[in-house]
């Protein structure tokens, strides 16, 4: 008998909570471990027609220890919704009778039953012998919950394919305390969300791409589910390869915390701006990328999410060459493209694992399937079905769940609009810190002005926060500090369109939020930014003009923020207003390489296109731009943007000087670019990437000209060569580790007859 078919063997050790997982996900389990840890592909049924069977196939077993096992198999899956039962024999009547059934047509020659409930040794010798004295059946194994959780405390592999699990038990059974440091703060991150987490198409995509390219960039609409897959992965990468979670902000956290020692797991959230485009960040990022590339070639895997709209925007600031990877590893979920299966099991499961009422949960049972079909469902969704607080308000009918499910921004800016003065002001707290705010909580001055001005104290800020944990707020866990959220971005989305409709909240939020927090967040006037938090009203204009009175453009976190502001969030009145108010600005704005990075020039394209701009300002930009096309060299200017700041005649000029000044010289050019490499700072190939981008933009400009091009292609070559040597002299790293996973992960079952519902309110 293999090691595998081993009947019983009970362990000490915490269980899963396998009862939490309903009947349709426990049989999926079950599936997976007679495929992964068995090593047998399995034949499935639809659930209404299985005939007394969950699984089954015919031929040889051949265990991985032990003798082979032949003939017909049929597993069955006996679920409990109760917590810590004990399988009683006189409870397996049913299965006894289908089990004479399918012998007698030769179906269960060997006969496996898996279960939730603890199976106790005498129980289980009596069972063993009832169905081996079934005529038909040479062998019978029962797995019992202690059994299934030993499987899985013993194999990643698993856990990886079921990511539910890591919300199931204690994952100090199963890693290091390094490990499971980190893996609590990545559940403190998602909360309970992932107890409730069902394999969907995007998650299998999003790991089958981090195991082929080391990327990916999981793309979607709000609330489809993007953060709740990436902390499944980070889970997933922590437990299977060891890999440390770094969880970064922004690019320079990226170069910063990279090191090509260690194992690691870059999860960049949200990466080009939360709701709506931050344009520094995009820029940041773009020039991150051949770090990024270097990373992934020596182990590092790398997450990005963001929403779908926000990439698109971005795209013209990215240049996706310098990470070729990330066109190949572009997971995008459309929550319409999500299988019936797989809507009705996350529904089951925020529905079943929620915290609402049991009488609740019958009313709504009926309702369910109609919801899961609904063309603007999403996971969001069925976690608010799941929590009484976004349904106080619900009328359980086909009209009432349809507003529930269809209008949801205007459905929760009203359970916004009707909490209570110390949660609301809560609420504004977050909202006026950028989404962020560190536990223990300290107030400024701004910040206690304003909580008074919407009814609510401290103590009261306090208190509705730790009642909203879980609902509107989630308390997380970074880096050993506790800091407050949203829930989810959605609450964000749903505050500021409450702040949008009042003006004195417009007037609080406006005078006490912190000024990054502003310029990243709002709008002066509508310029068609989607996803905007804010949109800022005219008669609002002088007070934001005021308070940008307030930054030091000296410092270059501060300049780079109010120039992108104005670049991007602002409407010609506002400008208007804002240049006339601050006579030296047009002045001081200064071009250098490389352009497409500077946020002068971002400031100097704006006002340009909306006249703004002064002839002999657009002049003296022309002759900047001319000098660095030779002196960098910079061949940004070629991008379509500038089309409008240096008229094409003067486009060709610099194109000549380029020709005339810079390609006789590219040797000389080569030089210096070589005498300025750092060994100990730089990688060859990164830091030649952007002198190549120029002269392959320059070749593509010259391309009718078989001189120029070819001097172009030597300098190319030359380049390359150069990044050869330079790589040569460096001293070797050791191979990145194993990262590979093996393998396609499985596909859960397709919905049969039998509604998943059926014990949602058990």
Known sequence: MSQQFDAHAQGAEVNYQLHSLGWKAFQNLCTTIMAEVFGQTVQTFFDSH??????????TWKPKYGEALTGTFTAQCKFTAKADVQVKFGELTG????????????????YILFTNARLTGTVEENIKEAFENIPGIDRFVAYGCERISQMIRESAR????????????????????????????????????????????????????????????????????????????ALASLDKWGSSTVKVRNADDFVTHFNPHEKQFFWVDDAFGPTQLDVTSAVDWSRTFPHIRAAIHRGAKVLFTSRDYVYNSAKRFLKESALPVIQESKVVIHVQDISKAEREQILYNHVRLGSQPQSFKTRLKPFLPSVAAHRAFSPEIARRLGNPLFTRNLVVTDSGIDAFVARPLKLLAEVINTIDDGARSALALVFMRGGEVESPLQFSEDEEIAITRLGGTQSRVVESMNALNGSLLLNTVSSGTHKWRFKHPTVRDAFAAVIADNMELMDIYLAGAPLRTLLSEVSCGHIGIKGVKVIVPTNRYDAVIERLSEMNVGKWPEKTSLYRFLAYRCDKLFLTKFIAINPDFLGGLQMYSYLSVVPDVDVLLKLNELKLL?????????????????????????????????????????????????????????????????????????????????????????????????????????????????????????????????????????????????????
């Open 50 to 59: 299985d005939g007394g069977r969950d699984g089954a196939f015919r031929g």
């Open 95 to 110: 299965e006894l009778n289908k089990a004479k059934r399918l012998a007698s047509r030769g179906l269960a020659s060997n």
């Open 158 to 233: 698993l856990r990886m394919l079921v990511p539910r699990v890591y919300g199931l038990g204690d994952l100090s059974h199963i890693m290091d305390q390094r490990a499971y440091d980190q893996a609590q703060e990545i559940l403190a991150a998602i909360g309970d969300d992932l107890r409730k987490f069902v394999i969907t198409d995007a998650y299998r995509r999003s790991a089958n791409a981090l195991t082929e390219h080391g990327f990916v960039l999981l793309l979607g609409e709000p609330a489809c589910g993007k953060s709740t897959i990436a902390a499944t992965l």
């Open 614 to 762: 002064p002839e002999i300002n657009r002049v003296k930009a022309f002759a900047r731009i001319r000098q660095l096309a030779v002196d960098t060299p910079d061949s940004d200017f070629l991008r379509d943007d500038f089309r409008n700041l240096i008229t094409s005649d003067e486009r060709k000029d610099i194109l000549t000087h380029v020709r005339a000044d810079l390609l006789p010289k590219l040797d000389e050019c080569l030089d210096d670019w070589r005498s300025n490499f750092d060994p100990e700072e730089d990688d060859p190939g990164t830091y030649f990437d952007l002198l190549k981008s120029a002269l392959q933009d320059y070749q593509r400009e010259f391309r009718q000209d078989k001189d120029a091009a070819l001097v172009i292609s030597d300098a190319l070559n030359g380049v390359e060569s150069l990044i050869e040597t330079l790589l040569s002299e460096m001293p070797e790293e050791t191979d990145p580790r194993d990262y590979s996973a093996g393998g396609e992960l499985p596909r859960e079952n397709q919905a049969g007859l039998r509604s998943i519902f059926d014990d949602v309110d058990a």
